[in-house]
C-alpha cells in the first residue's frame, strides 16, 4: 500500500477495502448456496428430522426435541437479514423472531418454522407444507404418546 499519497485517498483505500471484501465474501457464499439449493431437502426419519443443503449442510433435530412447528409468514424489514435471490441458507435474521438457521426456498412467506426445546429456530419449505406439517404432527404425537 502506498502511504504516500493524499490522506483522503488513504482514508477511502481503508474505508472501502473491507467493504469490498464482504461484498466478496457475501456474494460466493450465495453462489455456493445457490448451486447448493437444488439439492435441498428435509427427510422425516425414524428417530430425526433431517435438513439436508447439499452434502456440506445438514442438521439432524431429534423429534423429542421439537417444542413446535407452525407455518408462518416472517416479517421483513430494515431490520431483516435478506438472501439472495429470495431463498435463504444458514443463519438469519429477523426482526420479530431473531436468528432463525433457514433451509428454505422462500425468505418471509409461507415458512415452516421449527423450534426447539432449547429454543433454536428452523425456517423450512416443503413443496407440500400442509402434508409435511401433518406427517410430522403425527411422528410428534407417537413420539409423545409412546413416553
Known amino acids: ?23 466478496l465474501y457475501e456474494l460466493v ?9 437444488p439439492h435441498m431437502h428435509y427427510e422425516l426419519r425414524d428417530d430425526a428430522l433431517c435438513l439436508i443443503l447439499g452434502a456440506q449442510w445438514h442438521t439432524k433435530i431429534p423429534y423429542d426435541n421439537i417444542a413446535s412447528a407452525i407455518r408462518k409468514d416472517l416479517k421483513n424489514d430494515m431490520f431483516s437479514s435478506c438472501g439472495f435471490p429470495k431463498a435463504g441458507a444458514l443463519d438469519l435474521i429477523y426482526a420479530d423472531e431473531g436468528s432463525i438457521s433457514m433451509y428454505s426456498t422462500r425468505l418471509y412467506k409461507d415458512v415452516i418454522m421449527i423450534t426447539t426445546r432449547s429454543g433454536v429456530k428452523y425456517g423450512i419449505s416443503p413443496a407440500d407444507s400442509d402434508g409435511f406439517l401433518k406427517e410430522l404432527g403425527q411422528i410428534l404425537d407417537n413420539q409423545r404418546t409412546v413416553r
Open 29 to 37: 457464499s450465495e453462489l455456493v448456496i445457490l448451486r447448493l439449493l
Open 1 to 23: 500500500m502506498n502511504w504516500s499519497g493524499s490522506p483522503i485517498d488513504t482514508f477511502i483505500i481503508m474505508l472501502f477495502t473491507p467493504i469490498i471484501a464482504v461484498f
